[in-house]
Nanobody
């Protein structure tokens, strides 16, 4: 049974930082590209960042470039999202997901975590 468990969300002031982690089990982690997505109330889910199986390739959504960094540790079956210079508009539920396809589109992602809430106050 595949399980993705996010952690690290919380409440932070604008300009602050948070580090999200996602622990994966039940799958060959190093064979999956990993992505972080987010969904704010009343909005569609959007891609935040994507990382390839080896970690050598990444994709960032435009508004996240330079502020967010995705990384992975295949030995520990984890993927992380370092978020700096947070803005109120970053408030959302953040999800990690696993895919056999290296893409920022959400449709190819087979497995999803339950999400972690990030709230940025102004």
């Amino acid at each position: 049974q595949v399980e993705l468990v996010e952690s690290g969300g919380g409440l932070v002031q604008a300009g602050g930082s948070l580090r999200l982690s996602c622990a994966a089990s039940g799958l060959t982690f190093s064979s999956y590209h990993m992505g972080w997505f987010r969904q704010a109330p009343g909005k569609e889910r959007e891609s935040v960042a994507t990382i390839s199986t080896t970690g050598r390739s990444t994709i960032y959504a435009g508004s996240m470039k330079g502020r967010f960094t995705i990384s992975r540790d295949n030995a520990k079956n984890t993927v992380c999202l370092q978020m700096n210079s947070l803005k109120p508009e970053d408030t959302a539920v953040y999800y990690c997901a696993a895919s056999r396809t290296f893409t920022a589109r959400d449709a190819p992602y087979n497995y999803w975590g339950q999400g972690t809430q990030v709230t940025v106050s102004s």
